[in-house]
């Protein structure tokens, strides 16, 4: 099991939990409103299941070695697709930033995150923000190696 995806699903088990006391106190107090809040635990608990089932298809580390080539690459389509709203530096401060609400993440920021978790989100972009899916516009080569750039940008200080 990947790193990331463990904790996902322990997550995953304590919602489950928590949704099946909030269903069985509802039934039993006879109050629907709180048979809701169960019956949406439980559908966070399965979004939580099929996202670490995702993740754990995905290799931990990147395939691509960073390579000086490839980081080139990374960085090359780092410019085309993402710096207009991350920045040239990936601070979340790329001149159509201020339009955005929620504000683009600073990617330096994403250290602790695993390399199956960063290509995800280039892949399926980020519901509720304005970060697009890559899947139609990069290769699966072409996102790992933004990937790789991303890692040189985590070392900047």
Do not use: K
Request: proline fraction near 7%; charge should be positive.
């Amino acid at each position: 099991m990947t790193t990331g995806t463990w904790e996902l699903r322990v997550l995953a088990g304590v919602l489950a939990l928590l949704g099946v006391f909030a269903l069985a106190y509802a039934w039993r107090a006879r109050r629907s409103s709180l048979a809701w809040v169960g019956v949406f635990t439980l559908a966070t608990a399965a979004l939580f299941v099929q996202q670490a089932q995702r993740l754990s298809r995905l290799p931990e580390r990147n395939p691509y070695p960073p390579t000086a080539e490839s980081v080139r690459t990374g960085q090359r389509l780092y410019r085309a697709h993402c710096a207009v709203c991350h920045g040239s530096e990936g601070r979340g401060d790329g001149p159509a930033a201020p339009s955005l609400v929620p504000r683009p993440a600073d990617l330096r920021r994403t250290r602790r995150m695993t390399d199956a978790l960063l290509f995800t989100r280039i892949t399926q972009g980020l519901p509720g923000t304005a970060m697009p899916a890559f899947q139609d516009t990069l290769t699966e080569e072409e996102r790992w190696h933004v990937v790789n750039y991303l890692r040189v940008l985590t070392e900047r200080p």
